[in-house]
């Protein structure tokens, strides 16, 4: 009798852990696309460059935070399974961070001088098309 009261406490307990962590998730991935979203209104003028970066470091904390949490799905799959998609997840967030590290730079070099006859805001529409590629193949992967 105690062992099914204790059983019954932990689901109690664990269950809304879960869906808890899960909404976390969800609530920064949705927080981020309405910063991308911003990130690329502002990065078509030279004279948002400054905003734009900010809103870059504010993508990358989000995306920082929300590496601590990993997709419900990931739960249901075999441990071995499980470790290899933790792995790759984690790696797909790195290398979007690093790439948001480039154009926060990108941009805030950009802000401060633009040469004579350059192709401005040419290496930052690079950056934010390789950031949306990764994006959109870490989402095909891992969404629900």
Request: aromatic fraction near 6%; proline fraction near 4%; charge should be positive.
């Amino acid at each position: 009798m105690k062992l099914r009261v204790l059983a019954y406490l932990f689901l109690i307990v664990h269950l809304p852990i879960q869906a808890q962590t899960q909404n976390i998730l969800i609530n920064h991935m949705r927080t981020m696309g309405f910063i991308m979203d911003e990130i690329f209104a502002r990065s078509s003028e030279p004279n948002d460059y400054p905003l734009a970066a900010q809103k870059t470091r504010e993508l990358r904390q989000q995306l920082i935070e929300a590496a601590a949490h990993t997709p419900k799905k990931f739960s249901s799959l075999p441990e071995k399974q499980r470790n290899s998609a933790t792995v790759e997840y984690h790696q797909m967030m790195a290398r979007v961070i690093y790439l948001l590290a480039g154009l926060e730079k990108s941009l805030s070099e950009e802000s401060q001088a633009l040469p004579e006859g350059s192709y401005v805001g040419e290496k930052i529409r690079n950056q934010l098309h390789e950031l949306s590629v990764l994006i959109g193949k870490a989402h095909k992967k891992f969404r629900e």
